[in-house]
């Protein structure tokens, strides 16, 4: 599986950016979401808890007010 976290900007049909967040690896993910890893296989929105989280660990920052977020899981 990978896991990426796609950006849209508020009221936007496309996404604006996709970043691979791999590395976090399935467990972590799918125990933020609070899924069983063996049923962690959609597309999850990212709340403020979500996002605070994966930007402990990545060092990277959620617009939260301007854009919505949401984790992809595609299977390989």
Known sequence: MSYCISTYRKEADFPESSLDVSELGGAFLSDLFGIPLREFVNVYPLDEQHAEAI??????????ASCDY????VAD
Do not use: Q
């Open 55 to 64: 930007s402990g660990r990545l060092e990277i920052t959620f617009d939260l």
């Open 70 to 73: 949401f984790l992809e899981v």
